[in-house]
């Protein structure tokens, strides 16, 4: 069956049970339907959340489909819970650019699923829809302020970074002309689209840590210069409080459930490849208020999402996780191992021996957070007895754990061998999370540090354009930000060719994107887009809905 077919099948809880077992009553809740709900914000407990023990999700690089981190979240979290520990998987709510595209949803497979999973990969509670208003509404207000004659800042319209946001894969508005036909209609100027999960505003809402707290971190978006070369910044234009009106239901965290009948948060969005790949500080703060276990998730492979995590959201929002799965599949390491993707089922113990140096690459970097890894083979029908072995043998031979888990086909019961892993290592408590660099560092340092610590560069290359964007950042008084660096997910380098661990290879900054608000700095390597495109066939294609209100091809 489908991922779908699997969906269907299930009977839901309400979701006032499924609170109830969170540890909530209906009082506590904000219900969206009989399966949805929203939670306030005074159901988080900073004191109570440091007990929990955080374990992070994450990958080895990737094939184009992904390797399976949100299914092993949810399986995980239901094979803790089956080992009676009251365990809570917090993840990020689908963006429809990869629903309509080529990766589709984000709500698990098979048998380890958060449901309703329509709902959650389509509209679920609308905070997509929130952050993109609030977006475009700073979007329409500078445009307004170059227009106005009695109310402008005198903003130089070169300068402007700011852009607008659509939840769609969508090449045709990454460049795009404004203000045109005649004086009413604006002033003519040089802009475009980004995919709502790159806006800065998700960024935000996803470290905010209080409403007072978003507020502040929208007036801080930086937005341009006057024409006297002057910094205005969101707060200037007096955006932020109606920003933050837009969003005040988007900031409180969403309650599920899984296909076992277990308490699932589902909230923020942002990519890994260009943001900081996690879902929101709020929701991760609440399942750790209310649980022994708290599963969570960073996006695409270790060295974009968990570095992320580390270096940016556990040092602003002071968490320390206990574990790292490294969800890891043998047809990625057959790919990283110069097989062919057409032929990735077929068994190539050559190809996936010549894979195992990324694996080991992702082991090494945990290594350097002290935090204790265990890596998760994601079990495929396609996969045989002897490649699963060669895998189980090499982590032998690095004294690593591992465990085979069949999520997809068994959900909780397919995770048991992993979740007892991840008790033993909590019970062994061998972890000392540190991270990579201090934020007080360089800016180039800190860039350098990532890419040839966590990427294994050999030297790394600012332009001419990133240098001018470095003394800006300093002219800003803005240096003391972490960096996030947007980077293809398809490789350890910055050239999606280079699969494997590739070695001896440059890293270029192109340009430096400075998000003020969110409280970070993006370095833009490669040739990384913010507003992806659709294939030539998207999964668009195969979705439709009949009379009886019944979807298909939704996966």
């Known amino acids: 069956m489908t991922d779908l077919q699997i969906a269907k099948k299930i009977k839901l809880e309400h979701i006032s049970k499924i609170a109830e077992k969170f540890g909530l009553d209906e009082e506590q809740i904000e219900m969206y339907g009989k399966y949805k709900a929203k939670i306030p914000l005074d159901a988080i407990d900073k004191t109570k959340a440091k007990k929990s023990n955080l374990i992070l999700v994450s990958a080895i690089s990737p094939t184009p489909a992904g390797e399976g981190k949100t299914t092993m979240s949810i399986g995980l979290s239901e094979g803790l819970n089956r080992l009676q520990k009251k365990t809570t998987v917090v993840l990020r709510e689908p963006s429809l650019g990869p629903v309509f595209g080529i990766k589709g949803g984000a709500t698990g497979g098979g048998y380890s699923q958060v449901l309703p999973m329509e709902d959650i990969n389509l509209h679920f509670t609308g905070d997509f829809s929130a952050i993109e208003k609030a977006h475009n509404l700073l979007s329409a207000i500078i445009d307004n302020n170059i227009q106005s004659k009695t109310n402008s800042l005198r903003l130089d319209p070169r300068t402007i970074t700011w852009k607008r946001v659509l939840d769609v894969n969508d090449r045709a508005l990454r460049r795009i002309i404004v203000g045109l036909g005649g004086t009413t209609s604006g002033v003519p100027r040089e802009t475009g689209f980004d995919i709502t999960a790159a806006s800065e505003i998700m960024a935000i809402l996803c470290l905010s840590e209080s409403l007072l707290d978003l507020k502040k971190r929208l007036g801080n978006i930086f937005i341009g210069y006057t024409y006297d070369k002057s910094p205005i910044y969101a707060k200037d234009l007096k955006a932020e409080g109606a920003m933050t009106v837009l969003l005040k239901d988007a900031i409180k965290p969403n ?80 790919y990283h191992g110069g097989a062919d993707l057409k032929s990735l089922t077929t068994p190539d113990i050559d190809a996936l021996r010549n894979g195992l140096p990324n694996l080991e690459k992702h082991l090494e970097n945990i290594a350097k957070f002290k935090v204790t890894p265990v890596i998760a083979i994601n079990k495929f029908t ?60 360089p800016v180039k340092d800190k860039i350098e540090t990532i890419a040839k610590e966590i990427y294994g560069a050999e030297h790394v290359d600012f332009t001419a354009k990133a240098k001018t964007h470095l003394k800006t950042i300093a002219h800003l008084g803005l240096e003391h930000l972490p960096v996030c660096i947007a980077k293809t997910q398809k490789s350890l380098s910055d050239n999606p060719k280079l699969l494997g661990r590739p070695k001896d290879f440059i890293i270029t900054v192109r340009a430096i994107e400075i998000a003020s608000g969110a409280g970070f700095l993006i370095p833009i390597t490669g040739s990384i887009m913010r507003m992806p495109g659709l294939p030539a066939h998207p999964a668009s294609e195969g979705i439709d809905i009949d009379e009886n209100n019944e979807i298909v091809g939704l996966f």
């Open 382 to 441: 396609t996969d045989s007895p002897e490649e699963i072995q060669l895998i189980l043998d090499y982590a032998q031979s690095l004294n690593v754990k591992i465990a085979l888990a069949d999520v997809w086909g068994k959900g909780g019961e397919g995770a048991l061998e992993l979740a007892q892993c991840i008790v033993d290592i909590i019970e062994e408590d061998t972890s000392n999370f540190t991270p990579l660099y201090n934020w007080s560092s």
């Open 255 to 334: 309650l599920v459930q899984t296909i076992e009948g277990n308490p699932a948060i589902i909230h923020g969005g942002p990519f890994a490849n260009i943001a900081q790949g996690t879902n929101t500080t709020l929701a991760t703060l609440l399942g750790m208020t209310h649980s022994e276990y708290t599963v969570t998730e960073a996006g695409f492979g270790f060295d974009l999402g968990a570095e992320k995590f580390f270096d940016i959201k556990c040092q602003s929002a002071g968490l320390a996780p206990k574990a790292v799965v490294l969800t890891t599949t043998i047809r990625a390491l057959k």
